[in-house]
T-cell receptor, first 115, second 113 residues
Framework: DTAVSQTPKYLVTQMGNDKSIKCEQN?????MYWYKQDSKKFLKIMFS???????INETVPNRFSPKSPDKAHLNLHINSLELGDSAVYFC??????????????FGQGTRLTVV | DAKTTQPPSMDCAEGRAANLPCNHS???????VYWYRQIHSQGPQYIIH???NNETNEMASLIITEDRKSSTLILPHATLRDTAVYYC??????????????FGQGTTLQVKP
């Protein structure tokens, strides 16, 4: 049973398209995150939702819109894709309500290539 | 969250202990030290964390200096599967904790046969 699962694993699309990446966790966690890892391998947080409420929104173009229909899901929708959006996107989850000192679990990543 | 400094790369012989250092000289009293690793093409994986006492689990040991300004992650018997980028992250605890992880460049550990 995969703890944090993302779909799709690979996504190749043309500039200007709109695409979504889905993420689900079955760990009972209350907080979910999206991270982006660029070609230089730097991992940077984009968004975080705690109990379906947005708690972190880093400086990300508003073409990126996260949506959390429930605590177990956090999807990432990207409008008008640009070449610079090509990266690996990681979903993660953790349990903040347990005192805050717990580990985050990451998905296997979605490699997005914009051509 | 405090900044961390790690060597960019290290080598280790298979079966030997790998000792990965991390400096976090500006760490505050309520900040924990976390270690994650990222094996090629996979998502980051939690290893261990601690506040001031040394910690050990089935994966590794974490040694934190008494002044808390640096720490060392120890993989006691490194295997080829431990080849990865290792990240040392300092994170605040308590009500101001959002769970956000700030990743630096990490240390690329190459375990050699």
């Amino acid at each position: 049973d995969t703890a944090v699962s993302q779909t799709p694993k690979y996504l190749v699309t043309q500039m200007g398209n709109d695409k979504s990446i889905k993420c689900e966790q079955n760990l009972g966690h209350d907080t979910m995150y999206w991270y982006k890892q660029d070609s230089k391998k730097f991992l940077k947080i984009m968004f975080s939702y705690n109990n379906k409420e947005l708690i972190i929104n880093e400086t990300v173009p508003n073409r990126f819109s996260p949506k959390s229909p429930d605590k177990a899901h956090l999807n990432l929708h990207i409008n008008s894709l640009e070449l610079g959006d090509s990266a690996v996107y990681f979903c993660a989850s953790s349990l903040l309500g347990a005192g805050g000192n717990t580990e985050a679990f990451f998905g296997q990543g979605t490699r997005l290539t914009v051509v | 969250d405090a900044k961390t400094t790690q060597p960019p790369s290290m080598d280790c012989a298979e079966g030997r202990a790998a000792n990965l250092p991390c400096n976090h000289s500006t760490i505050s009293g309520n900040e924990y030290v976390y270690w994650y690793r990222q094996i090629h093409s996979q998502g980051p994986q939690y290893i261990i964390h601690g506040l001031k006492n040394n910690e050990t689990n089935e994966m590794a040991s974490l040694i934190i200096t008494e002044d808390r300004k640096s720490s060392t992650l120890i993989l006691p018997h490194a295997t080829l599967r431990d080849t990865a980028v290792y990240y040392c992250i300092v994170r605040v605890s308590g009500s101001s904790n959002t769970g956000k992880l700030i990743f630096g460049q990490g240390t690329t550990l190459q375990v050699k046969p």
